[in-house]
């Protein structure tokens, strides 16, 4: 319940406040949104299989988020910035529709 409170503070927000992403950051923070959704889909997956484990949820949502941007950091600095962002954005798909299934086959039973 604390989640979804959180998550409806920062809506409002977010909304009422309308913050400025500034320019530099701009690259990154598609990849990072991407990479904290995987990890929020793996914690709702750990939860459903009875495993989930608050630091271990901490510690991945804040690594991911972290490896993305610097895989897209170095992606930019070696010029090859686009191919790396659409690299970590497959991966991390292919990661968020796995754990998307899994969930699905454990609500649904199917």
């Known amino acids: 319940m604390i989640a979804v409170l959180g998550l409806v503070v920062g809506v409002v927000v977010g909304l009422v406040l309308r913050p400025v992403v500034p320019s530099a950051v701009e690259p990154y923070l598609p990849i990072a949104v ?48 686009a191919q790396l962002s659409t690299g970590v954005v497959v991966v991390l798909g292919i990661r968020i529709f796995s754990n998307a299934a899994a969930i699905r086959r454990h609500v649904f039973r199917a």
């Open 34 to 81: 991407v990479a904290a959704l995987d990890a929020v889909f793996g914690g709702v997956r750990a939860m459903l299989d009875g495993i989930f484990d608050d630091k271990v949820f901490v510690v991945s949502f804040l690594s991911n988020v972290v490896v993305a941007a610097l895989i897209v950091f170095l992606g930019d600095k070696l010029g090859v910035g």
